[in-house]
């Protein structure tokens, strides 16, 4: 039977998927973040900072390797979500180069976006009043535009679409469903803040933080551990049920999973 998107069923299977699958999410997560730091480290030494040029590339390095390890775990997720349908290798989660380009592409633009609205701001400087209300507008505007937008990637690693299609189609799928999307994000960072002041609360009370740094960093890479699979596992669910609640299709399990 066909099924609106719905904030509490989306959130029973997320929860679902990370309970079957938690293990495999945490390893990934956290073997992503160690390979993301230890090649920074190392570029770090290749890299001329006083070069522009070696600057721009640099990001645009690093960029790349960010767009293979976010596409990477969303096809993990997606793959882990349908295993029960089909066995799976790892070369099977791998993103293409067309697809990381796509994610790139994407970032750019949203920093030639924000580039756009800095330079407005410094231009409105000599006008206070306009430039309080610039603001607000701005704020709104680019919550707005990055909630419509936020299942872009799904589309990218799901249906393999160019950076301009999934953006389209991200905007499709939360047309009518914008107020349910923004209630579930805010649920999600509610309940992430609230994970944080408990293990902030927890060091702070067990350990002298001012005099041991690595206590910091062992609490921030276990915040790390267990918020970014919920984040990502939520917004992949919700994609997956804004998706077929667009489709006139029975809503069995192999669908909406």
Known sequence: MYHPFSIAETIKTAWDVIK????????????????????????????????????????????????????????????????????????????????ALSFVTIGVLYTVLIGTIIFLNLRVNAYPLLGTILDKVEIVAIGYLLIRSVFCLCFIVDEDSGPIESLKQSFYITWNNFFKVLGLILIVVGFIALLLIIINLFITLLFDVDSSSYVAKIAA?????????LVQVMIMTSYRKLVYSHKDLDDDVSETL
């Open 20 to 99: 079957k699958n938690y293990i495999s999410l945490i390893v990934y997560s956290v073997i992503s973040l160690i390979f993301y730091e230890v090649i920074s480290f190392f570029t770090g030494f290749i890299v001329v900072y006083d070069n522009q040029y070696s600057q721009v590339a640099f990001v645009f390095f690093m960029m790349l390797v960010q767009s293979y390890l976010v596409l990477s775990f969303y096809k993990l997720i997606l793959t882990l979500m349908d295993r029960e349908y089909y066995e799976f290798e790892f070369r099977d989660i791998l993103p293409s180069l067309k697809m």
């Open 221 to 229: 890479i276990f915040w790390f551990a267990l918020s970014f699979p």
